[in-house]
């Protein structure tokens, strides 16, 4: 038996890892994923022994349906339930709102009421912040001014100079006595142990988001926290594009631009994010957190303009911020503008894109010239020709790697958030959105994304089609793993 071992041992592997693989295409067909998405890991599973098998159980697992993230016990606490009973709109003031401004649009708020039990919050202050310069300014005066809690949840932080100095203060207000918790991705953060020491001792709250062995070898390990979450005092909320990390800062001696988008909340939308916020933190900390009022402190905001915070993710029951996306893309009637560094779609949102653009609504899309990412550049542009065919306008910007992930539509509907067009935020990770129906809000956004187009350059058409084949293989190549990046 062992001499026979000895002498098959590559065949026994190889039958091993069929047997494998059909027992895991027979559980992808009982999954009724998308059929793009089935036949790419049909692809993989077979063409490809062995890793085939290691990508699919690294990346290809669903877990929406298992409920392994659960958030029953935040939403089933009573403060909870009455602060959302507070929040929610009765049918005529819906009605109202349909009426006055929002007319067809409605459709959206209704989505992610009836999706998540998101509410409409009617009283915001909202400042827009471009760039991470003008965000940490706003955030560490927040930071400094905080008189009870600071809670954090990060997808990338790094202890380099400006995660250092948000750290170090970080450190300083806890010794003070104030609350502070923090949250981070275990791929996307970088904290020396020195530092996670110096957290702890400080009094910090401190955990990471699904630790894995090796965060360097695990960059696209799947469901990963990838929102930008910070709470101060219950009163202020932070969230948008820009992670802690210098990359983000336009220092005057750095060479490369990076323009991304952040916004500063003040009023009722931050109810919705702190609660976001406690029910990631029961899932890092694995325990029952004491919900009290101080999280909610009663400051009424007299300025009204109206925000939904939608959140996606495995915890949630439906792909909120995809659902809410082809929601606002479909009722455009005149524009519809978008940016983001990532373009990667489902043939739903690439369809409403042609049909809004077919039928007369002015669709821009602005990615980024030089991507992050080489399998992410050429996905992107394996998904640009049938833009194109609808005549849909598509930038390149140029000043420096575009981060920012924003949408417009019509000067009524915009929102501000973590999640790129991509299958990554759209079905796997953790992400958040600010919709925001508000005409000024909104304007200001257009105004922004037409003043980055000064710094974009137009892709043609003809240019386009006369790309090199080796151009052409790239993409259908990057394309086969669009599903998966």
Known sequence: MIEFLKENWLVIIIVLNYLLTISAVITIFYRNLNPTKTLTYIIVLVFFPFLGLLIYYLFGQEYRKTKIFNRKNILNKQIIKELNSQLNLDNKALEDLEDHFLNEKIRLVKLLQNNDKTPLTLYNKVKILKNGENKFKKLFEDINAAKHHIHLEYYILKDDTIGTELLNLLCK???????????????????????????????????????????????????????????????????????????????????????????????????????????????????????????????????????????????????????????????????????????????????????????????????????????????????????????????????????????????????????????????????????FYDKKTSENLKDIFIEDLKNSIEMSLEIWKNRSNLEKLKEAYCKLWAPLL
């Open 173 to 435: 207000k806890a010794k003070l006595g104030i609350e502070v918790r923090l949250s981070v991705d275990d791929v996307g953060a970088s904290i020396s142990g020195d530092m996670k020491q110096k957290i702890i001792d400080s009094g910090i709250e401190f955990y990471a988001f699904m630790p894995v062995l090796y965060p360097k070898f695990t960059s696209r390990m799947n469901y990963r926290n990838h929102r930008k979450i910070v709470v101060i005092d219950g009163n202020i909320g932070y969230l948008g594009g820009i992670n802690i990390a210098d990359d983000y800062v336009n220092a005057p001696d750095k060479n490369k631009y990076w323009r991304d988008t952040h916004i500063r909340i003040e009023g009722e939308a931050v109810i919705t994010l702190q609660i976001q916020f406690l029910i990631n933190w029961e899932f890092v900390s694995n325990s029952k957190i004491n919900i009290i009022a101080n999280y909610f402190p009663k400051k009424p905001c007299k300025a009204k303009l109206a925000i939904q915070i939608a959140a996606s993710g495995p915890d949630t029951d439906w792909p909120n911020i995809l659902d809410a996306l082809f929601s606002a893309i479909t009722s455009a009637k005149k524009y519809i503008y978008i940016t983001t560094p990532y373009f990667i779609p489902n043939d739903e949102i690439i369809m409403a894109l042609q049909i809004a653009s077919r039928s007369g609504v002015d669709v821009r899309l602005l990615i980024p010239n030089e991507s992050d990412s080489w399998t992410a550049k050429y996905a992107t542009n394996s998904y640009l020709q049938r833009l194109f065919d609808a005549d849909i306008k598509i930038y390149r910007y140029t000043k420096g790697f575009l981060h920012a992930k924003t949408l417009v539509v019509d000067g009524i509907i915009s929102t501000i958030g973590t999640s790129n067009m991509d299958y990554r935020s759209f079905s796997i990770n953790f992400e958040i959105n600010a919709f």
